[in-house]
């Protein structure tokens, strides 16, 4: 008899185990679905792409090379299917991406060389790309066209210009760049300007030496309130972000990085930037690079990325997060969100962890939408300002921009 008591509660223990686990099946299946229902209804808007960076490494920007509807095909055809790509218009689709900063990039071997040929090279092949699908795709250079090209099921097409060298120190550049179209600027790469220090100098024990932005640096931090072009201090130093933080009336942004205190990388926001953040009313777009979720060449599983969103909600709140996921511009993501296919279970996860749909809906486009409103409002109360005409002092240029150089 106590035999078969002992195998009945066997019998019941197992049942409620497969109870249990049919429940939580059935959970994350309704949490997918919420994530789904919940893109389909608000823009999801990412804050750092470098697919055009990607076909310029891999096609040299011919369009004959490539056919943007799936680009594992297109480097199949080039016998390159080695070469990891995270970006196309079948992968947009499949993960409810419904709007895209495309990164205008080039690499800190062109500073003070071929810099600004190179990011206007970009910038022309996003504008190919746009007219090529643009079935598709629709650029977008006011917030308040954005969700007009979403009732329109349109792609929300906007560009970021991810080098501050892209300048060459010139605020004239400047403005032109942002007559193309440009809505924000990261001051740095992975290299100094003149006028502003990078996150590299962080990793030095003199780091304090370098200082962060110049007199100079705060005109462009100006000159960018008085066009309404959002400042981004991703790849910048911590005292740049101070520095930029103070100087900025209108709301900065962090395009693609994440939390310094769940992955100490230079490249992450220490917690008294995003404290500065919110007084700022700015957005951190969290970056999905492995390297920047966890540390020590760890690969992140979800609930490492999760924890950088909870922590800066729990620090300053939801009204300060976007996503920055940085495709195409890394090399190696989570498992679980390896490509812009993959938003949907970036959703259900946060779902999972109690977030809701109000505040989904914010860190999708929201949040972002407001920045660039916000800078455009600042912008606007500036129309009786003058372009500043201030020239960088030439000690400041230093051997290596003046040599390039046959002018002030």
Request: charged share 25%.
């Amino acid at each position: 008899m106590i035999k078969n008591k002992s195998f009945l509660v066997l019998i019941a223990l197992s049942f409620l185990e497969v109870f249990d686990f049919l429940v939580i099946i059935g959970q994350k299946e309704r949490n997918l679905e919420e994530a789904n229902e919940i893109l389909d209804k608000y823009p999801l808007i990412d804050g750092h792409n470098d697919l055009p960076h990607m076909i310029r490494t891999n096609f040299e920007n011919q369009f004959d090379q490539f056919d943007l509807n799936d680009m594992k095909e297109s480097l199949k055809k080039l016998n390159k299917s080695n070469i990891i790509t995270h970006t196309d218009i079948k992968r947009m689709k499949e993960g409810k991406l419904r709007g895209q900063f495309w990164a205008i990039y080039a690499s800190c071997e062109s500073n003070a060389k071929d810099a600004i040929r190179r990011h206007l090279e970009q910038i022309d092949v996003v504008y190919r790309y746009i007219e090529q699908y643009s079935d598709f795709f629709k650029l977008v250079t006011k917030s308040e066209d954005i969700m007009k090209a979403f009732k329109e099921k349109k792609f929300i097409s906007l560009l970021g210009l991810e080098s501050g060298h892209a300048i060459d120190s010139s605020l004239a550049i400047l403005r032109m760049f942002y007559a193309l179209g440009v809505r924000y600027m990261t001051l740095t790469h992975n290299c100094n300007v003149p006028w502003a220090t990078n996150n590299l100098v962080d990793r030095l024990s003199n780091a304090s030496a370098y200082g962060g932005l110049t007199q100079f640096g705060r005109k462009v931090i100006r000159e960018m309130n008085r066009l309404g072009m959002m400042v981004d201090l991703s790849h910048v130093s911590h005292q740049t972000m101070l520095d930029a933080l103070e100087e900025s009336k209108a709301p900065v942004i962090f395009s693609h990085s994440s939390v310094y205190a769940l992955c100490n990388h230079t490249r992450n926001v220490r917690d008294d930037v995003l404290l500065k953040l919110k007084e700022n009313n700015g957005i951190i777009m969290i970056n999905l690079y492995n390297g920047f979720i966890k540390p020590n060449n760890e690969v992140p599983t979800m609930d490492d990325i999760i924890a950088h969103f909870n922590y800066v909600k729990n620090l300053i709140g939801v009204d300060y997060i976007g996503i920055g996921a940085d495709f195409d511009g890394v090399s190696s993501t989570p498992p679980d969100v390896e490509d812009v296919s993959k938003y949907p279970k970036l959703f259900a996860a946060l779902r999972e962890n109690k977030w809701t749909e109000k505040e989904l809906a914010q860190i999708a486009s929201q949040n972002i939408i407001r920045v660039l409103n916000e800078n455009e409002i600042f912008a606007k109360s500036q129309e009786h300002l003058e372009p500043i005409d201030d020239i960088i002092d030439q000690k400041d240029l230093g051997d290596l921009y003046s040599e390039c150089r046959t002018s002030f």
